[in-house]
C-alpha cells in the first residue's frame, strides 16, 4: 500500500491550492480515505475524509465549505480542493488511509492506519 501526496505550496490568504493523492496497493472501490494536517504545536487533524464505497465525505469545521475531497477512480487519485485559505490552515497534509474502514466520518475521526508522505502548505502574505 502507498499513498503519495502532492501539490503543496506558497499561496497568499484568499487563495486556492489543490492536493493531490496517488495510491497503489488498493483501489478506490472500498475503504476510506482522507486528508490530515499538522500545524506546528498542534495535534494532527483529519480535515477531509472520503468513502470510497459510497461517496460519503466528512469535513471539520474549520474547512467546512471552503475544502472539496473527491476521487478519480480510474487515475487511483484522491484530490483536496482549497479555497479562501486562511494562515491557520498552513502545515503539513497527509494523505492516508484504512483499508478496514469504509466510513469517511470513523477515519477523519480515528487514526488511519496507512500513511503516505506529506506535502507543506504554507498560506502566508
Known amino acids: 500500500v502507498q499513498l503519495q501526496a502532492s501539490g503543496g505550496g506558497l499561496v497568499k490568504p484568499g487563495g486556492s491550492l489543490t492536493l493531490s493523492c496517488v495510491v497503489s496497493?488498493?483501489?478506490?472501490?472500498?475503504?476510506?480515505i482522507g486528508w490530515f494536517r499538522q500545524a506546528p504545536g498542534k495535534e494532527r487533524e483529519g480535515v477531509s475524509c472520503?468513502?470510497?464505497?459510497?461517496?460519503?465525505?466528512h469535513y471539520s469545521d474549520s474547512v467546512k465549505g471552503r475544502f472539496t475531497i473527491s476521487k478519480d477512480a480510474a487515475k487511483n487519485t484522491v484530490y483536496l480542493k482549497m479555497d479562501d485559505l486562511r494562515p491557520e490552515d498552513s502545515g503539513i497534509y497527509y494523505c492516508?488511509?484504512?483499508?478496514?474502514?469504509?466510513?469517511?466520518?470513523?477515519?477523519?475521526?480515528?487514526?488511519?492506519?496507512?500513511w503516505g508522505q506529506g506535502t507543506l502548505v504554507t498560506v502566508s502574505s
Open positions: 492516508a488511509t484504512d483499508l478496514g474502514h469504509s466510513s469517511s466520518y470513523a477515519l477523519c475521526t480515528r487514526r488511519p492506519t496507512e
Open positions: 472520503l468513502s470510497t464505497l459510497n461517496d460519503i465525505t
Open positions: 496497493g488498493f483501489t478506490l472501490n472500498r475503504p476510506a
